[in-house]
Every structure is written in C-alpha cells, then in structure tokens.
C-alpha cells in the first residue's frame, strides 16, 4: 500500500533557482551543497549560467551524491529582446535575470531565489513552509534590509520608492509565482494596474537614473506601490554582515541563532569578516557522507573561536545555534531512517 501511494503522490519538490555569472561558480556549488545537507523534500535547481560555466556545472553536479533527491535543469542567461542590452548593464552582470523567473519558468508555480552568496543552515523546507503561510493577497516573501534604521542605507540615501521602513532584500525571495502572473499591480506611471511582463520595462525606463542596487530597488518600487502583495519574514532568514558588524542589531538571530547566511560584500572571499569565511569554508570542504559533528560543526566552531576580535566574532554563537540544531536533527532522522 505504501508503495502505490508514493507512485501516485511522488512528494513535493521544492524548487530552488540561483543565477551565476563571472566568478561565482564556485559559490553557487557551496550554495548548492548547503541546501542538499539538510534538506528532506526533493529539491528542484533553476540554475541561470553563462554558457561558458555550463559545462563546469554539470561536472560538479553529475559528482554529487544525490540520493534520487535532487534534479538541476541549466538554463541560458536571456533577457526580453528589444531590452536585452539594457538589462544586462543593470548594477551586476546577469543580477536583474531573476526579475523574469516567473515569466521563463512558466509551469513552476513556487519558487525560492536565492544569490549565489547563501548558505542554508537548516533545511530548505523551513522557508519553503512560508508559502502556506502567506495570505490571500501576498505573492512573494522577502527580509528587510536592515534593522536599524541609523545604519540604513534606503532610509538615508534612497532617491525612489521603497518598501517600509529600511527597505527590503531581495537575496532570498521566496515566491507564489502563479500569482505573480496573474497579479495586477498598482504603479506610479499609470492609472491602470499593469502585469508583472508589462511593468518591468516602464519601471526601469522612469528609475534607471535614481537607483543604485538594480533589480532590488525597482522590487522595493514594486511592493512600495503594493504592500499588501508582500510578507516579510524575519532577519535570521537572510543575516548579512550588516547585521553585526556595527553591533548585533538581528534579535532573532540571538535568540534562535541564523538560518540563512547572505555573505554580501564579498566576505567569504576576504579578511573582513573571518566569521562569514568560516562558514562558507567549512561547508565549501565538507565531504558528503561524513560525519557532519566531526568534520563540519566541530571545526567550524574551533575557526570561529579564533574570530572574536571582530564585532560578528563576538557573536559567533549566533552562526552555530541553528547550525548545531539541524545537524542533530539530521543525525535523528537518519537514525529513524534505517
């Protein structure tokens, strides 16, 4: 009996889209492989690439020990044609890709995009489960950009629309996809409420001398002009180096520790923030199969010891507490598994 019952309800996949350009090959693999650790539903890779990264991908990917869990579909990088140039000059090669997922992936109706500078510490599934958390008007999820308004950059700087108080960041968007396209949103060009497809161009066409931070700021123009479409989850969701290197200013990581790390400004790839490069090595040189206490969780607390010097180092706690939680859960479900 259980056997039919999987065949006709395979389980849900969660689909999970990233967009690589440059030198990020490698980051987009530890990205990759933190998702793959923890995660418990299968989980289905949107990878945009540049042609030339192609062929790197699939070696790495077809090397992965993917128990039957995780499928990746690479796609081209491919912006509408009468715009594409003006697209790819948008704040980073490649970046404003992900304002067009919900039009090129036409038959996914949910989709996680997350920057090639995140590393999950607990499973995909857990962001995932916000979807059901969303109400009937809400079509994406995003963090805010910052927490305290004195460090802010929107509250201070921004020359156009956003959203609340500080903005938000578009590094992690978790997305209703469905209806996003079938969505009519509210703007400042016209009376009348446009699509998603019809009010990308406009937006940048008005903006485009105003904004710095590229497709984030015209999705902070998006949801200014329509509150009610987004639901915001907590900063632990996409903890950035802003969050501590002034001073720990993200409650809920303190209390919770981090669940999704976001190593904007280069830092897994630097001397700044040793905390932030400590993570993404150990999970860059974590092998598959391992035990994840002694080859993961152990050394990686040992190398953040070292980091209390710096003010993220003084709270190096809040980059284990999660991550000790999920590989304990991990080794329990295994157990049950056997």
């Given at each position: ?199 990308l161009m406009p937006l940048l066409k008005k903006y485009k001398l105003n904004i710095t931070w590229g497709d984030q700021d015209l999705l902070n123009i998006m ?5 009610e479409s987004l639901y915001v989850f907590p900063c632990q969701w996409n903890y950035r180096p802003d969050h501590c290197i002034y001073g720990s200013n993200c ?58 010097h710096t003010y993220c180092g003084k709270v190096y706690k809040v980059f284990i507490k999660q991550l000790t939680k999920s590989v304990r859960d991990l080794s ?7």
């Amino acid at each position: 009996i259980r056997y039919s019952y999987m065949k006709t309800h395979p389980p849900e996949k969660m689909h999970l889209a990233v967009v690589a350009c440059g030198e990020r090959l490698e980051e987009t693999v530890t990205m990759l492989r933190s998702a793959i650790i923890f995660s418990i539903k299968p989980l289905q890779f949107h990878i945009f690439a540049e042609d030339q990264l192609h062929e790197s991908f699939k070696d790495i990917l077809d090397n992965f020990p993917y128990e039957g869990r995780v499928n990746y579909t690479l796609y081209p990088i491919t912006f509408p044609n009468e715009s594409a140039a003006e697209w790819k000059k948008l704040f980073k090669p490649c970046a404003s890709q992900r304002l067009f997922l919900p039009l090129i992936l036409k038959n996914v109706d949910s989709l996680l995009y997350v920057d090639t500078d995140i590393l999950f510490l607990r499973p995909v599934d857990d962001i995932w489960s916000f979807l059901g958390k969303f109400n009937s008007t809400q079509v994406a999820a995003m963090a805010p950009e910052h927490e305290e308004p004195r460090i802010g950059w929107y509250n201070r700087f921004a020359r156009h629309p956003y959203y609340g108080a500080t903005g938000v960041n578009s590094g992690v968007m978790l997305m209703n996809m469905t209806r996003i396209r079938r969505k009519y949103f509210k703007n400042d060009m016209t009376p009348v409420r446009l699509q998603w497809g019809e009010i990308l161009m406009p937006l940048l066409k008005k903006y485009k001398l105003n904004i710095t931070w590229g497709d984030q700021d015209l999705l902070n123009i998006m949801f200014f002009h329509n509150p009610e479409s987004l639901y915001v989850f907590p900063c632990q969701w996409n903890y950035r180096p802003d969050h501590c290197i002034y001073g720990s200013n993200c409650k809920e990581a303190e209390e919770e520790g981090i669940f999704i790390l976001h190593g904007n400004r280069g830092v897994y790839h630097d001397d700044k923030q040793p905390t932030f490069r400590a993570v993404y090595e150990a999970i860059k040189n974590y092998s598959f199969g391992d035990d994840l206490f002694h080859s993961l969780l152990q050394p990686l607390e040992l190398e953040l010891q070292k980091t209390t010097h710096t003010y993220c180092g003084k709270v190096y706690k809040v980059f284990i507490k999660q991550l000790t939680k999920s590989v304990r859960d991990l080794s329990v479900r295994r157990a049950k598994g056997r």
